[in-house]
């Protein structure tokens, strides 16, 4: 601590001290300059005066030996240095010998000298002075008289070395002076400080002076935010847990529950063939992820009812309670007429909003029918979630394109609410998010959350570019804040994820068995290699990409054929739509293609399952793969890639990766690849093949630590700590205005 004084406070006062003294010192050379001219002034005058008589007869009478003599004994000072008799034409009648070569009675002829002056010679400055005389006969001649200014010279050195050795002292003494007052005070100060830390007293009852008060109260502020943040983040660092997420709803959110929404349920109750309601769990990654998330926390989950049997499950007021085997949670259900789900979710949603934020290279298609249709079914979400807060400052967290205008929604029917919003797809760059005809609305209303999440940093910079080049704001990008009209928006990247251990490996067998099950199911031969592909049929999956890269591997690596088949799951999704019914065609007749042309009587290289698969039994096709191949075009995480990697817990299968897939900044250790080279994912199938044991085990080790690290529990806990802070912050500003109110109405 004495060393930072000495840095912060002597140093700097020393070279203040010393740089002044620098400043003043031509000023005082000057002035002593001027004092010496004087003096030499009035010496030449009062040489002058005691010669005059002398040299009048000298003049008269000019002998050079005369003359010689007497100026040698009037030159005899030191610091007279020569005398010079002239006539007014400028000749020289005498000049005594150490006369300096510029100065000549030329000189005189020129300048009378009368009042004096410097002139630099090649061995220092001398000073002439002139002065006019008249001889005994009358004839006129002048008189040069010239000293030596050199001691000038030195005593400015000899000034200028004490006022530097004075100035430096001084400031010497200063600065340890000052260290020396400071530390006793600071010491003091500082001490009285952490007594006061320490015994917890920051108001009153501090000991402290009064001054260190603001400090106490930032401390304390400090100490609780530290307290509030880390705490669970050190307990759960390497271990989040339901309980651990149940705790940050509770504890810092100060809610016993929360609000989801989503356009896709949880749990979708369809009619069987016999009448009665069977339950689904939709294909969704989303749903994958977040629904052990409200399990965790309680809470409602509100969404769109899609299932043909879901309103006869459902009590008077639209809600279920879910899972059915083991009820956590209420599902409420939101009811959408064929117009409003054409137009909002199959209309602007999925062939405007999607297409735009993939970079699939399908055309975005924005009609203003569907931009109605989506503005009012978010509204009609709004109002079922005011209806289901029970509070005045609810935690809602809201998910997906489906509903970029619920935040400010919401927001103008409960001001209080804490907002979180994840956007589960990429976010484009601004130039192509400008396409959007209605694009200032839907920035607007995503920036009235709290929070706004995005899987990768990269897609939080795609939004604040956005948002600076449509939205009047405030960004500020070290921060990675917008503030807009009052209201701060925390814009942040929280890779999603899925839970750990997944539960549905609680009811699956080992691996071998869930391979001879898959062999079994879909006639294969027991020592087949499998490669497995899990997606929706969407066009951003990169499906026949996939088909076309297995066919080059095995049209490259004959060896191959007979001896791997691909088991790809499609699950059917947004059927109406023209581009996805293209693509079911496209995806069916290059499989058949492909089997026609490789296959034999006992092999078929791809065996397409294109329908809706359970998660036990997608999670036994993961455990009977020897690799699975994910190549999405372009996408915002992709948990299938997590999901593989979680059901392998022998340690064992190889994950081939699309660059262009979020999951691909955490899983490096997974074969990356460009989808659209068919070539280079070819020779990723072959290389995945052929991997030696070990290096699968290294591989699949090192990415199953990373999942376990980074699960869904710590990705929904950091948002939802991160939204804990800004209720804490939104309280204490209204804590603050309520106290602001009544002090002047007490006034």
């Not at 005691?50 to 003359?67: F, K, Q, W």
């Not at 005498?94 to 000298?113: G, I, K, L, R």
């Not at 460009?674 to 991997?691: H, S, V």
């Not at 044991?693 to 806990?717: F, H, P």
Request: charged fraction near 25%; aromatic fraction near 8%.
């Amino acid at each position: 601590m004495l060393r930072t004084l000495v840095w912060r406070f002597a140093l700097p006062t020393l070279l203040v001290i010393t740089g002044a003294a620098f400043f003043v010192m031509p000023h005082v050379e000057s002035l002593l300059t001027g004092w010496f001219r004087a003096d030499v002034d009035m010496r030449a005058q009062l040489v002058m005066s005691s010669m005059e008589e002398p040299l009048t007869e000298l003049v008269d009478r000019p002998v050079a030996a005369r003359i010689k003599r007497y100026l040698a004994k009037v030159t005899a000072d030191e610091r007279l240095l020569a005398v010079l008799v002239c006539r007014p034409d400028g000749q020289a009648i005498y000049q005594t010998e150490q006369t300096p070569p510029p100065v000549s009675c030329a000189m005189a002829a020129v300048d009378d000298f009368r009042q004096g002056k410097p002139v630099r010679t090649p061995r220092g400055t001398v000073y002439v002075s002139g002065f006019e005389a008249v001889a005994a006969g009358g004839q006129a001649f002048r008189t040069l008289i010239v000293h030596d200014l050199s001691f000038v010279d030195r005593r400015h050195g000899t000034v200028r070395d004490y006022l530097i050795a004075f100035a430096v002292l001084a400031a010497a003494a200063l600065a340890l002076l000052t260290v020396a007052v400071a530390w006793l005070l600071l010491h003091g100060w500082v001490g009285a400080l952490i007594r006061d830390i320490r015994g917890k007293r920051f108001q009153d009852d501090a000991e402290s002076p009064r001054a260190a008060l603001p400090v106490l109260s930032q401390v304390r502020q400090v100490l609780r935010e530290i307290e509030d943040s880390q705490r669970l983040e050190m307990d759960y660092r390497e271990n989040w847990t339901p309980r651990a997420l149940q705790h940050v709803v509770r504890e810092h959110l100060g809610e016993p529950r929360m609000i989801v929404v989503s356009n896709r349920e949880p749990y979708v109750h369809m009619r069987g063939e016999d009448g009665r309601p069977r339950v689904q769990v939709p294909a969704s990654g989303m749903v994958t992820a977040l629904e052990p998330v409200i399990r965790a926390c309680s809470g409602v989950w509100v969404a769109h009812g899609s299932g043909t049997a879901d309103k006869d499950v459902v009590d008077r007021h639209d809600r279920v309670r879910v899972p059915p085997a083991d009820p956590a949670y209420t599902l409420r259900r939101v009811w959408l007429s064929e117009e409003e789900e054409n137009g909002y979710y199959y209309g602007f949603a999925n062939e405007g909003l999607w297409p735009l934020c993939h970079v699939a290279y399908v055309r975005p298609a924005f009609r203003e029918e569907d931009w109605r249709q989506y503005a009012a079914v978010n509204g009609k979400f709004a109002q079922v979630v005011a209806q289901e807060a029970q509070s005045d400052s609810p935690v809602i967290f809201v998910q997906d394109y489906h509903f970029a205008l619920l935040p400010r929604l919401v927001r103008d029917r409960i001001p209080g609410a804490t907002i979180a919003l994840f956007w589960h797809i990429p976010w484009p760059n601004e130039e192509t998010f400008g396409v959007c005809p209605w694009k200032e609305e839907l920035l607007r209303g995503m920036l009235l959350a709290d929070i706004l999440g995005f899987h990768t940093r990269y897609h939080c910079q795609n939004f604040l570019a956005t948002v600076d080049r449509y939205v009047e704001c405030q960004i500020d990008r070290e921060h990675m804040t917008v503030t807009i009209h009052g209201h701060v928006c925390r814009v942040a990247a929280y890779p999603i994820s899925i839970e750990w251990p997944p539960r549905w490996l609680e009811q699956l067998p080992g691996v071998d068995a869930c391979r001879q099950d898959v062999c079994r199911r879909f006639g294969l031969p027991a020592d087949i290699a499998i490669g497995i592909g899990v997606e929706r049929w969407d066009f951003t999956k990169g499906i026949v990409e996939r088909f076309q890269a297995f066919e080059k591997m095995l049209e490259r690596h004959p060896r191959w054929r007979g001896k791997v088949s691909l088991l790809q799951v499609a699950a059917p999704t947004r059927g109406k739509l023209p581009v996805y019914q293209a693509l079911r065609q496209e995806t069916e007749a290059v499989a058949e293609g492909i089997n026609r042309k490789w296959g034999t009587e006992s092999w078929k290289p791809i065996v397409l399952i294109g329908e809706h698969q359970e998660p036990l039994e997608v999670f036994g096709l993961y455990r009977a793969a020897d690799f699975c191949l994910v190549n999405s075009l372009h996408d915002g995480m992709n948990l299938v890639a997590k999901e593989f990697v979680s059901a392998r817990d022998d340690e064992d299968g190889v994950l081939i990766l699309s660059t262009f897939a979020g999951a691909s900044r955490e899983l490096i250790e997974a074969l990356l690849v460009n989808p659209y080279d068919i070539g280079e994912t070819a020779e990723a199938i072959r290389t995945a093949l052929e991997m030696p044991r070990q290096e699968r085990r290294d591989r699949m080790r090192l990415m199953r630590l990373t999942v376990k690290e980074n699960n869904v529990y710590r990705w929904a806990g950091r948002m939802l700590m991160d939204a804990a802070r800004v209720r804490q912050r939104q309280r204490l500003r209204t804590a603050a205005a309520r106290g602001t109110s009544q002090a002047r109405g007490a006034a």
